[in-house]
T-cell receptor, first 112, second 113 residues
Framework: QKEVEQNSGPLSVPEGAIASLNCTYSDRGSQSFFWYRQYSGKSPELIMSIYSNGDKEDGRFTAQLNKASQYVSLLIRDSQPSDSATYLCAASREGGSEKLVFGKGTKLTVNP | EAGVAQSPRYKIIEKRQSVAFWCNPISGHATLYWYQQILGQGPKLLIQFQNNGVVDDSQLPKDRFSAERLKGVDSTLKIQPAKLEDSAVYLC???????????FGSGTQLSVL
């Protein structure tokens, strides 16, 4: 069973702090990794993708990948109340056109 | 560009009844996905179409679920008969053939009583 594991939280951080979200995966054949944000009652939206070991930065978001440890993380700097949502980690064996396996998500609350 | 359209937005049925959901993907998107998201869980892929052919339906409960994508454009997902555990949000998504999945529809929330 190929799984993506996330701490379901909830994770609570004060406004302006760094939020750190973690994810592990069991399928060593996974090549591509994605972070989706899902607001309550809404559908997921893609915010980050990462394919190589190391860090990838996009604005306030940084994705980190360590394939040896089968570990993916998402850092949100200068967290804002509007970042409060559930963050879903997903993995794919190929570039993303193949089936995505999602984790259960981590609920983040940013307190003003 | 217009997004992925889904209908209905909400549906309430009794167990053993049948139900159908409709999805119209973004124009030009060859790949269409149906996901099931149970409350508190991540989306689970039910079926993936490439144009009008099935790429992956390994997690589709074929004894009760069926899906079709005629003419490679819009798609319908049917459940017959429904069970209580089918209560979930059914998400349709689409992407260009070789691109990462980016766009989900607003989903259909199904409650089976």
């Amino acid at each position: 069973q190929k799984e993506v594991e996330q701490n379901s939280g909830p994770l609570s951080v004060p406004e302006g702090a760094i939020a750190s979200l973690n994810c592990t995966y069991s399928d060593r054949g996974s090549q591509s990794f994605f972070w989706y944000r899902q607001y309550s009652g809404k559908s997921p939206e893609l915010i980050m993708s990462i394919y190589s070991n190391g860090d990838k930065e996009d604005g306030r978001f940084t994705a980190q990948l360590n394939k040896a440890s089968q570990y993916v993380s998402l850092l949100i700097r200068d967290s804002q109340p509007s970042d409060s949502a559930t963050y879903l980690c997903a993995a794919s064996r190929e570039g993303g056109s193949e089936k995505l396996v999602f984790g259960k998500g981590t609920k983040l609350t940013v307190n003003p | 560009e217009a997004g992925v359209a889904q209908s209905p937005r909400y549906k309430i049925i009794e167990k053993r009844q049948s139900v159908a959901f409709w999805c119209n993907p973004i124009s030009g998107h060859a790949t269409l996905y149906w996901y099931q998201q149970i409350l508190g869980q991540g989306p689970k892929l039910l079926i993936q179409f490439q144009n009008n052919g099935v790429v992956d339906d390994s997690q589709l409960p074929k004894d009760r679920f069926s899906a079709e994508r005629l003419k490679g454009v819009d798609s319908t997902l049917k459940i017959q008969p429904a069970k209580l555990e089918d209560s979930a949000v059914y998400l349709c998504a689409s992407s260009l053939g070789d691109r990462v999945l980016e766009v989900f529809g607003s989903g259909t929330q199904l409650s089976v009583l």
